[in-house]
């Protein structure tokens, strides 16, 4: 077998294990046996490793950001005007304006709660006193802080942390930092 520490997301304790196919059932009863004594975690879904790990380190993927500027991600300063790109005239005049939305942090205390993240999905969109503010952008159960998370694109300015606003006039949801690990 052959380990790899991996822990480019954030969490606290991660490796990758590379094992003979024909020795994976035998290593997989002990390390579950381990996993079980010590309170250990066994994550081997690409979702998780894909989407979950890096949410709750407050890393977003390009999908998290469709339709979005850079200067509502808080990606402003890596946009170089000095460099030739595609779009700069527009995001010269972007840059010109306070941004319209923010992105922020979710969490979700519904622990059974189906929301669906992207500008184009049904059923998750946000609302503070009965107001459209925004849509979910991601939403992911984090394994590493034991709670529903994501991100939510909304009116800049109308949300603060700890504020509860609904998704989809269902599940309640409370702003938070975009970073969920502490």
């Excluded at 300015?157 to 975009?178: C, F, H, M, Q, W």
């Amino acid at each position: 077998m052959r380990v790899a520490r991996a822990g480019y997301t954030g969490e606290k304790w991660g490796f990758e294990l590379y094992v003979p196919e024909e020795n994976v059932d035998e290593v997989m009863a002990k390390l579950d046996a381990a996993a079980a004594e010590q309170g250990g975690l066994h994550v081997t879904e690409i979702d998780a490793m894909a989407m979950t790990l890096p949410a709750e380190a407050g890393y977003y993927l390009m999908l998290d950001l469709r339709r979005c500027t850079p200067y509502e991600v808080g990606f402003d300063s890596m946009v170089d005007f000095k460099k030739d790109f595609v779009g700069k005239r527009a995001l010269r005049k972007l840059s010109r304006k306070e941004p319209a939305r923010e992105l922020v942090g979710i969490e979700v205390p519904d622990y059974d709660a189906v929301i669906y993240g992207g500008p184009d999905c049904k059923g998750n969109e946000v609302f503070k006193d009965g107001k459209h503010i925004g849509y979910v952008t991601k939403f992911t159960y984090g394994y590493t802080v034991e709670k529903n998370i994501g991100y939510a694109l909304v009116k800049k300015g109308s949300v603060e942390l700890g504020d509860v606003v609904k998704v989809n006039n269902r599940y309640d949801a409370i702003i938070t930092p975009k970073k969920h690990l502490v």
